[in-house]
T-cell receptor, first 113, second 114 residues
Framework: KNQVEQSPQSLIILEGKNCTLQ??????????LRWYKQDTGRGPVSLTI?????NTKSNGRYTATLDADTKQSSLHITASQLSDSASYIC????????????FGAGTRLAVHP | NAGVTQTPKFQVLKTGQSMTLQCAQD?????MSWYRQDPGMGLRLIHY???????DQGEVPNGYNVSRSTTEDFPLRLLSAAPSQTSVYFC?????????????FGQGTRLTVV
């Protein structure tokens, strides 16, 4: 069964610190992997999209990495800000067929001053 | 830049009532979909549409109907609400159905069925 597992479930860090969120998936065959940011009470917003041939993709202070061999991805946040407090969702798209995204449950990040 | 607009933002229903969640997009996207988000779980696909007049079921379609009469609108109908349908519902759209195209989400509708 296609699954996406994220860790940790929740994380608290101090403003200015870095953090790394993990995503493991069993989706195969695999087309692309996305990271979304979801603020409380809002819809998910795309941060990065990586195809299976890409190893890294950056969007400002957010850097996503992908290891298609081990089926692992990480999202690294540099110099965290209070506005980074949100849920971060890893999403995998299977290859072929319609764009049926498989969502992880997310990591809830809280950045404290 | 309205993007994807969902209404209402909040709704309380009694068991057995019916209602329609509205979703509209102004980006001329062909692909639209409905998800539900429950605590501790990833978003799950309810129904999707690859263009006007074409809809199909997703992972959890039971109890929901959809139609796509125009490119812009994709309403989700709850026929007879049940407490198990208490959830946050998100509508999403993308330019096409191919993998790799970015999906844009609405702000969600929080539905409570009592």
């Amino acid at each position: 069964k296609n699954q996406v597992e994220q860790s940790p479930q929740s994380l608290i860090i101090l403003e200015g610190k870095n953090c790394t969120l993990q995503c493991n998936y069993t989706v195969s065959p695999f087309s692309n992997l996305r990271w979304y940011k979801q603020d409380t009470g809002r819809g998910p917003v795309s941060l990065t999209i990586m195809t299976f041939s890409e190893n890294t993709k950056s969007n400002g202070r957010y850097t996503a990495t992908l290891d298609a061999d081990t089926k692992q991805s990480s999202l690294h946040i540099t110099a965290s800000q209070l506005s980074d407090s949100a849920s971060y969702i890893c999403v995998v798209s299977p290859r072929g067929g319609y764009n049926k995204l498989i969502f992880g449950a997310g990591t809830r990040l809280a950045v404290h001053p | 830049n309205a993007g994807v607009t969902q209404t209402p933002k909040f709704q309380v229903l009694k068991t057995g009532q019916s209602m329609t969640l509205q979703c509209a997009q102004d980006m001329n996207h062909e692909y639209m979909s409905w998800y539900r988000q429950d605590p501790g779980m990833g978003l799950r696909l309810i129904h999707y549409s690859v263009g006007a007049g074409i809809t199909d079921q997703g992972e959890v379609p039971n109890g929901y109907n959809v139609s796509r009469s125009t490119t812009e609108d994709f309403p989700l109908r709850l026929l007879s609400a049940a407490p198990s349908q208490t959830s946050v519902y998100f509508c999403a759209s993308s330019y096409e159905e191919g993998a790799g195209t970015e999906a844009f989400f609405g702000q969600g509708t929080r539905l409570t069925v009592v």
